[in-house]
C-alpha cells in the first residue's frame, strides 16, 4: 500500500520441541552419572520414610490411638521441627564434612526406627507422639538438605535433569511404599525402613567421602 513501509515477514520458529529434546537427553546422560547413582538410594528412601509416616504412621499410631482430631497438631510439630532444622543445616553444612551428618543422621533415624519397633502406643502419653513425629522431622530434614546440597554443589550449571531424577527416585520410594501400605505390617515396613535406610547411608556417605577426597586432590594440585 501507497505510503506504508514494507513489512518483512519472519518465519517463527518454536523452540519448546527443541528445548525439551533436549533436555530429555540430558536426563538421559545424567542417569549415567555415578554420582547419581549413589546418591538413588537416599531419594528412593526419602519418598519412603514420608509415605510411611503420612500414611502408616498417622493411621496405625496417631488415628488408632488419640483420634484423627489430633493428626494434624502431630504433623505440625514435624513440620515445625523440620523447618528449624533445615534452616539449621543449611548453615552448618556450610563449615563441616557432610559425610558427618549423614553418620549423626543414620544414628538418629536409626533409633526412632528401634523406638516405634518396640513401642506400643497408649492413649495416656499423648506427648510422646509429637516428639517421635518432631523428632523423624529432624531426620528427614537431614536428608532433604544433604540431597539438595549435593545437587547445588555438583549440578550448579545444569541444575535441572539432577533434580529430576531424584525426584523421580523420590517418588518411586512414595510409590512402592503406598503400594504395599494395606498388605504388609507394621513390623515388615520397620524391618524395610532400615534396610533401606542402611542402603541409602552407606552409599550417599561413599560418595561424600569420594568428593571429599577429589575435592582435596583438587586443592593439592593448585599449590
Not at 538410594?41 to 510411611?52: D, K
Not at 553444612?93 to 536409626?110: N, P, S
Request: charged share 15%; aromatic share 16%; hydrophobic share 50%.
Amino acid at each position: 500500500m501507497i505510503w506504508l513501509d514494507s513489512i518483512r515477514l519472519a518465519d517463527y520458529q518454536d523452540d519448546s520441541g527443541i528445548e525439551a529434546l533436549a533436555t530429555l537427553k540430558a536426563i538421559r546422560e545424567h542417569f549415567r552419572d555415578s554420582r547419581l547413582q549413589m546418591a538413588a538410594p537416599l531419594a528412593v528412601f526419602i519418598g519412603i520414610e514420608q509415605a510411611f509416616m503420612y500414611a502408616d504412621f498417622s493411621k496405625s499410631y496417631v488415628m488408632c490411638t488419640l483420634g484423627i482430631h489430633r493428626l494434624n497438631y502431630v504433623f505440625l510439630a514435624m513440620g515445625l521441627l523440620q523447618s528449624v532444622a533445615a534452616c539449621t543445616l543449611s548453615m552448618l553444612l556450610r563449615t563441616i564434612r557432610r559425610y558427618y551428618v549423614v553418620a549423626v543422621g543414620f544414628i538418629f533415624h536409626g533409633c526412632l526406627l528401634m523406638v516405634l519397633f518396640l513401642w506400643k502406643p497408649i492413649d495416656d502419653d499423648p506427648a510422646l507422639f509429637y516428639v517421635i513425629s518432631a523428632s523423624w522431622g529432624v531426620c528427614n530434614a537431614i536428608w532433604e538438605m544433604l540431597m539438595f546440597s549435593l545437587l547445588t554443589n555438583q549440578y550448579s550449571d545444569n541444575w535441572e535433569s539432577a533434580f529430576a531424577i531424584t525426584t523421580f527416585f523420590r517418588f518411586l520410594g512414595s510409590s512402592i511404599s503406598f503400594l504395599f501400605h494395606g498388605f504388609v505390617c507394621n513390623s515388615l515396613k520397620l524391618y524395610t525402613l532400615g534396610m533401606f535406610l542402611l542402603v541409602a547411608v552407606v552409599s550417599f556417605g561413599w560418595l561424600e567421602v569420594k568428593l571429599e577426597n577429589n575435592k582435596k586432590i583438587k586443592n593439592i594440585s593448585r599449590l
